[in-house]
Nanobody, 113 residues
Framework: QVQLVESGGGLVQPGGSLRLSCAAS????????MAWYRQAPGKQRELVAV???????NYADSVKGRFTISRDNAKNTVYLQMNSLKPEDTAVYYC???????WGQGTQVTVSS
């Protein structure tokens, strides 16, 4: 069993920054790719960023150049640094053990003035 716990969401003004964290239980974290998804009200969940177990990254076009995904295998944690936030980034953000059924509970990010 794997448990994923996100933190770091909140309310931020447009142009601001937030860093999300996702702490994973278990000893197999370093073997897996990790991903961040988001879901805005009335919209489908979408993939935001992925990081492989080797550290390669991939991003949705909408966040390229603004968001950075990283991981610390010693801490079993994956991060999402979000800069230059826009109102359209408002959503619940979820971390996922990529391509598995393991999800965190989600953390709300609201970008508003």
């Amino acid at each position: 069993q794997v448990q994923l716990v996100e933190s770091g969401g909140g309310l931020v003004q447009p142009g601001g920054s937030l860093r999300l964290s996702c702490a994973a239980s278990g000893s197999t974290f370093s073997r897996y790719a990790m991903a961040w998804y988001r879901q805005a009200p009335g919209k489908q969940r979408e993939l935001v960023a992925v990081i492989t177990n080797g550290g390669r990254t991939n991003y949705a076009d909408s966040v390229k150049g603004r968001f950075t995904i990283s991981r610390d295998n010693a801490k079993n944690t994956v991060y999402l640094q979000m800069n230059s936030l826009k109102p359209e980034d408002t959503a619940v953000y979820y971390c996922n053990l990529h391509r598995t059924s393991y999800w965190g509970q989600g953390t709300q990010v609201t970008v508003s003035s």
